[in-house]
């Protein structure tokens, strides 16, 4: 017997082997990981879209323009975009986003990719909606630094824009109305839904998730990581105690910050109700692989880095390098597209003269 | 005969007599024009590729992924797409534009649209080409604020794009370079071509301008604005003094810079030459009507405003309002659209970890 022929037996003989136990087994254990997954996990829905409004054309091309508006801003050069930008999936690579004149945010910019599905916004929650962060950064001294609502209808009109919102909210009192910049805003993000292979498996697909994907999946869910990200948008929909088992700076190297007084305690700042101290909205993980750094001040770089970090402060496991990778190949399994209407900037209006 | 009847016999009379005469002298005086602007203007080329150097889809790939990246700049927000923004027609909509750290640039930004075309880059012509531009602009303390090109390769390498570079410039000893970043760059800005309406009427369409456009371009001509605003991109091919007949502060309301010891002196700041006093590279008007403010330093609104100073610094005459709304018009003619693939937003990498 040659080298060759012995190689093709033993090749043919563990080939037939297989085809006896391997297409059972696996089908198997698919099919009951899947089961575990549609338990806790659901695939996006078809729309963002609220009940009682409709995702009208008008309305969604007005809140991209808006989306993509800078001159609304104090210093003329802040847009939602600036801290959302196609470019990085939604976000903006920094660890801290920047406001108007060079003011640093205190928290990192989530992906706005999804997020019309999330509990609240911001990572504090203190925004209840998607149209009611986009009417409060308005005003806000560190985001647009307006003064007043009058002033940005002023400049929304001055700016060419009248037509654009008679046209999206005809018969109105009205339509121009820094209630009607977060309603089309809002009208806009409800439509930046990013379907990813995982939804693909969700939906039965089991090959749509790699092998080490689906190991990753098993120990997500088996190590305790989907206790908290779960549901349509893996997080996003309850909120709870950043580091668990100590103090989250120890591992992350947060450092205190003057606006908090201190390190950040999440919403403790805004309700000041001592319960609420380290309570972060649990951030939904669709598109975590594309949008580092990581955690409420960008801390951290990398997602293996965060993993690991998770799962020392929140369970109290030290994860092997094994099952980082694998949960790391499950969430680049989260990662959908950059939706076409997202990336394509629109033109904005001319300023009449 | 009735009111009817007697509009109808008196319409149809004026509409014989124009018959007999209008087509005749319109054709005339259309084909005079046209030929006068022919001799002065030139429709954009299909290319504007350096004859030594071709536009792969490989490179101008990696140009419009470099040209969107934030990451290379020290503060990490800011990107050529900051200030040539897809929104505002290739410019950035502010009076001055702003660097790293929220540093404010001494000139307005121009649009990067058909800017390979013009004679050198920057007011003061001090970037020979789209490319030198590129590649200075990383080390300007004001712009990137690098301190080293060895520290901008380390950083791409970083960011991922080794592979973009080997593939873009196959067989080169050091594909990933400084260098290369504005070869790039330049390619990608070397597309950036926007035919207008203006093209069409150069290549023989005179209904592509209305009546009153090119009511402006004779204007435009006959009072001397094409004396240096000619060529393919309407300017852009030559410096002159701004400010003829007074100094241009007088009209502009522009202000003293401390960057400048005093009012912007245009080349001088570069040369140092007492003869460059004043002078300034002509800029390019295609996109002009789509790219306000106005001057080197935004500090004129509007176009008529920007026209009716232009009239008085430099040829010294009073433009009735009807000159300036019929040049107005034919500026007009000269936007074009926004190329698609700069519109787009390309995805860039995500470092890897």
Redesign the interface.
């Known amino acids: 017997m040659t080298m060759h022929s012995k190689f093709i037996t033993k090749f043919s003989m563990t080939t037939a082997l297989l085809a006896l136990a391997w297409p059972l087994s696996a089908a198997d254990g698919d099919q009951a990981l899947l089961d575990k997954a549609k338990a806790l996990f659901q695939p996006l829905p078809a729309t963002a879209a609220l009940e009682n409004s409709s995702l009208t054309p008008t309305r969604v091309a007005l809140g991209k323009a808006l989306f993509?508006?800078?001159?609304v801003s104090n210093?003329?050069?802040l847009?939602c975009a600036t801290c959302h930008?196609?470019?990085?999936?939604g976000a903006?690579?920094?660890a801290l986003s920047?406001g108007i004149?060079?003011k640093v945010l205190p928290r990192n910019a989530h992906t706005v990719f999804n997020t019309a599905l999330l509990v609240a916004q911001h990572y504090g929650g203190n925004r209840v909606s998607v149209e009611d962060q986009a009417v409060k950064a308005l005003l806000s001294p560190l985001a647009y630094g307006n003064t007043s609502y009058e002033q940005v209808e002023k400049k929304l009109a001055q700016l060419g824009y009248q037509s654009w919102f008679d046209k999206a909210y005809p018969g109105e009192a009205k339509p121009l109305s820094a209630e009607n910049w977060g309603k089309a805003i809002g009208a806009f993000e409800r439509t930046l839904l990013t379907p990813s292979p995982f939804d693909k498996y969700l939906k039965g697909d089991t090959k749509a998730l790699s092998p080490l994907a689906k190991k990753g999946l098993t120990t997500f869910i088996d190590t305790g990581c989907a206790g908290c990200h779960n549901g349509v948008t893996v997080g996003g929909q309850s909120y709870q105690k950043f580091g668990i088992t100590q103090d989250y700076w120890k591992l992350t190297g947060s450092t205190e910050k003057e606006i908090f007084k201190g390190y950040d305690k999440g919403r403790f700042h805004d309700t000041k109700n001592e319960a609420d101290a380290f309570m972060f909205k649990v951030p939904q993980l669709r598109n975590v692989?594309?949008t580092?750094p990581y955690f409420h001040d960008g801390s951290v770089?990398?997602?293996?880095?965060a993993v690991r970090i998770m799962g020392q402060l929140q369970l109290g496991k030290d994860l092997s390098d094994e099952d980082v990778n694998a949960i790391v190949a499950f969430l680049e399994s989260l990662t959908g597209e950059?939706p076409a209407n997202f990336?394509?900037?629109?033109?904005?209006p001319?300023?009449p003269?």
Chains 1, 2 share one sequence.
């Open positions: 993509f508006e800078t001159r210093d003329g050069r847009a930008n196609p470019a990085y999936h903006d690579s920094l920047v004149n060079g692989a594309a580092p770089a990398t997602l293996p880095q950059v990336a394509q900037v629109p033109q904005l001319v300023a003269h």
